[in-house]
């Protein structure tokens, strides 16, 4: 019975590590503090150097939100493509 109640304990220890969803706070080399995020992305601590990173973020957010197709693995199409929002290729419909 002790073995399997420290087996027990090990995997629910080893699952709340697993669960940890914070950020986690770093240091560069070059002594910059910050902050790794779950997603595998990185940010400045420093409200004033995070913030081109934020609008940097954001826009590449909009440009996802607005691309047409990508359904099912097919290609996405951004805007300022040539086929971006052309309608139908059927010439009766045109």
């Known amino acids: 019975m002790g073995r399997a109640a420290v087996v027990v304990a090990a995997l629910l220890l080893a699952a ?6 914070g950020a986690i706070e770093a240091t560069t080399s070059g002594g910059e503090k910050v902050r790794l995020l779950p997603d595998g992305r990185w940010e ?3 409200p004033k150097k995070a913030e081109p990173q934020r609008k940097a973020r954001e826009a590449v957010t909009e ?3 607005s691309a047409q197709g ?3 693995g097919g290609r996405k ?3 300022g493509d040539k ?4 309608g139908s290729l059927n010439p009766n419909r045109r």
Not at 16 to 21: D, L, M, N, R, S
Not at 83 to 86: F, G, K
């Open 63 to 65: 440009r996802e939100r």
């Open 44 to 46: 400045y601590v420093d």
């Open 77 to 79: 199409i951004y805007e």
């Open 70 to 72: 990508g359904w099912f």
């Open 16 to 21: 709340a590590a697993g669960a940890q969803t």
């Open 83 to 86: 086929d971006y929002n052309r």
